[in-house]
Nanobody
Framework: QVQLVESGGGSVQAGGSLRLSCAAS????????MGWFRQAPGKEREFVAH????????YYADSVKGRFTISRDNAKTTVYLQMNSLKPEDTAVYYC????????????WGQGTQVTVSS
């Protein structure tokens, strides 16, 4: 099993920045991809970004491209999401997720952290 714990959420004004962290523990050697998702009130959960654990390849949703940056620290088994130029529409609960080797999807999820952007 892999356990994921997010931190770093909070409230910020539009145009501001926040950095989310996701600390992984347990069978972290089995992780292949780590991603960030978000869910706004009344909406479905949506993909934000992901990073491959070994090669560090990244991919972003169009809505955050150029504003958000995903990165990882292999030694700390932690993934970060640097969010700049935040907009009110970025308000959501942000979730970290991990996909293990051989899986076709995300197998482990964190509890989520709230991000609120005011105009």
């Amino acid at each position: 099993q892999v356990q994921l714990v997010e931190s770093g959420g909070g409230s910020v004004q539009a145009g501001g920045s926040l950095r989310l962290s996701c600390a992984a523990s347990g069978r972290t050697f089995s992780m292949s991809v780590m991603g960030w998702f978000r869910q706004a009130p009344g909406k479905e959960r949506e993909f934000v970004a992901h990073i491959t654990w070994s090669g560090g390849n990244t991919y972003y949703a169009d809505s955050v491209k150029g504003r958000f940056t995903i990165s990882r620290d292999n030694a700390k088994t932690t993934v970060y999401l640097q969010m700049n130029s935040l907009k009110p529409e970025d308000t959501a609960v942000y979730y970290c997720a991990a996909s293990v080797v051989g899986s076709g999807g995300y197998d482990h999820w964190g509890q989520g952290t709230q991000v609120t952007v005011s105009s």
